[in-house]
Structures are given as C-alpha cells and as structure tokens.
C-alpha cells in the first residue's frame, strides 16, 4: 500500500462522508487534536523506565486512544450521534485522576510558569495545544452539529495536563516555579 494518494494535492481533503477544504475548521479542529497526541506520545516517551510514572503513563496511553475517538466524532460530513466514541464518563474519570493527582502536589497560591523538569514543560505544551484544540472544537461547533462531549472532554483533559506537570515536577522533586509578579491567586 503507497502511503500517499495524490488525492490532496488541489488542497482538498478527505472526512468521514466527504470531502472539505484542508484549511476548514473542522480539519483545523481535528488536526489539532491530532497535534496534541504526537505531544502526548513524547510525553509519554519521557516516562518510560522510570516506575515512578508507571500510573500516568498508563493513563497517557488510554487518553491516547481517546484523542483518536475525539478527532473521529469530529471527522464526519453529516454526525450521527449514534456513532459518536466520546461520552460524558470521560471527562469524569479524568475529575478522578486530577482529584488523585493533586493530592500529590504542594499547594498551589500563585500562578506558575510552565517548566521545571523536561516532562513537566512537555505536559504544559500538552495543556496548551489542548486548550488550542478546544477553541477550535467550539469555533466548529458554532458552525456546525458535533459530539458537545469533546468540547467538555478537551476542557478537562488541560487541566489534566496542568495537574500532571506539576505531579511530574513533584516526583521528581523539582519546583515548580511561581510567577513573580503574582499575588496569592488561587484558594485552597
């Protein structure tokens, strides 16, 4: 099988049903969910052999396959919600991690950069793509019926990514780093 088929060289490409423009915003939605698992897999790159990481590589793995499940509710020419991968338990499930996650870390008073370990910067790249990838999903759904469930999952899945840097930065026993300019922002 050639991996190339020639058939997106006129600036077209292919969905579910049909065909769009490659710059339509249900590509821009879906293709920034794709760009956030190739962010997700370096992330997940990053723990592997350590054990101390065993758990959230695990759970990296499963969000894996549901950024694919997301990318395919919003790749159809005509959605059926009969056909729809994303539900409502996956953003639950996620509450579940962040809750365990974030009894891990130190308290959080101010706002934070995002670095620290190398892990920790890749999984605030993460949340930020995410983020990107939600605008686009809304942006889209202002125009178009989709699955409302991957908005809902995009916008817990960052803050997921936001608590797992910061667990990354804690196991590994480097902090996180406050903004200087920050008061006291966020009640514990």
């Given at each position: 099988m050639k991996i190339y088929t020639r058939t997106g060289d006129q600036g077209q490409t292919s969905v579910?049903?049909?065909?769009?423009?490659?710059?339509?915003?249900?590509?821009?939605?879906?293709?920034?969910?794709?760009?956030?698992?190739?962010?997700?897999?370096?992330?997940?790159?990053?723990?592997?052999?350590?054990?101390?990481?065993?758990?959230?590589?695990?759970?990296?793995?499963?969000?894996?396959?549901?950024?694919?499940?997301?990318?395919?509710?919003?790749?159809?020419?005509?959605?059926?919600?009969?056909?729809?991968?994303v539900s409502g338990e996956m953003p639950q499930r996620l509450e579940g991690w962040i809750d365990a996650l974030t009894a891990e870390n130190p308290k959080l008073e101010r706002f934070i950069l995002p670095g620290g370990s190398p892990l920790a910067s890749i999984l605030h790249v993460c949340r930020t793509v995410c983020r990107r990838a939600e605008r686009r999903t809304v942006t889209l759904a202002r125009a178009a019926e989709v699955n409302p469930e991957v908005a809902v999952y995009l916008n817990r899945l960052s803050d997921y990514f936001f608590t797992l840097a910061r667990t990354a930065n804690t196991r590994l026993h480097i902090r996180d780093v406050e903004y200087v300019r920050s008061g006291k922002v966020f009640r514990n």
């Open positions: 579910i049903g049909g065909r769009v423009s490659k710059d339509d915003a249900q590509v821009e939605a879906y293709g920034t969910i794709d760009e956030l698992n190739s962010f997700v897999g370096q992330a997940r790159s990053l723990m592997d052999g350590n054990d101390n990481f065993a758990d959230t590589a695990e759970q990296l793995l499963q969000i894996q396959h549901e950024l694919f499940d997301c990318g395919s509710d919003l790749a159809y020419a005509r959605p059926d919600a009969n056909t729809y991968k």
